[in-house]
C-alpha cells in the first residue's frame, strides 16, 4: 500500500464531499478564499484573504446539533501538526466544527490541551486498532458560532 493510500485511508469519500461543500459556504461566511491542502500538512485548507496567507483550517462535520455535548474533541497530533505549519507562516490556527444546526470556529491554544481532559478516541464505524487517537476536548464555550 503506498503512503498516500495508507493516509487516506480514513478520509472517506463522505468526507471530502461534506468538506468540499463547506467550503463554498465558509468561503462566504468569513470573506476568506480556501485552499484545499494536501494530507501531509494535516489541516484542509488554506485561508487566503487579499491573496496573502491568513490561517490554516482543520474542517470537521459532525452529525449531531452543536448543543449535543459540552466538548469538541481534536487530535493531538493534528493540533500539534497544524500549530507548528501556522506558527511557520506566521498565521493562526482555526479549528472549524460543522454540526446539523451550526458552525463553530475555535483558534485552539496549547493552554487548551493543558487544561482539557484528555482521553483516547476511536470511530465507532471501524474495527480497526489503528483508528484510535490521543483527543483533547475544546469547551463548546470556546467556539464562536453561526447559526445556518
Not at 15 to 26: G, I, T, W
Amino acid at each position: 500500500m503506498s503512503l498516500w493510500a495508507f493516509l487516506m485511508l480514513y478520509e472517506s469519500q463522505q468526507d471530502l464531499e461534506n468538506q468540499r461543500q463547506a467550503q463554498r459556504v465558509v468561503e462566504e461566511m468569513f470573506g476568506w478564499d480556501l485552499e484545499e491542502l494536501n494530507i501531509r500538512y494535516h489541516a484542509d485548507w488554506i485561508a487566503y484573504v487579499d491573496k496573502k496567507p491568513h490561517a490554516l483550517i482543520e474542517y470537521k462535520r459532525r452529525h449531531c446539533n452543536h448543543d449535543r455535548y459540552d466538548t469538541v474533541f481534536l487530535d493531538v497530533q493534528k493540533y500539534v501538526e497544524c500549530k507548528k505549519y501556522a506558527d511557520a507562516l506566521d498565521i493562526p490556527f482555526y479549528y472549524l466544527q460543522e454540526w446539523n444546526d451550526s458552525y463553530g470556529i475555535t483558534q485552539p491554544k496549547m493552554t487548551d490541551a493543558i487544561r482539557s481532559k484528555i482521553s483516547i478516541a476511536g470511530s465507532s464505524r471501524r474495527d480497526d486498532v489503528n483508528d484510535f487517537y490521543l483527543m483533547m476536548h475544546l469547551p463548546l464555550k470556546r467556539f464562536t458560532l453561526k447559526s445556518k
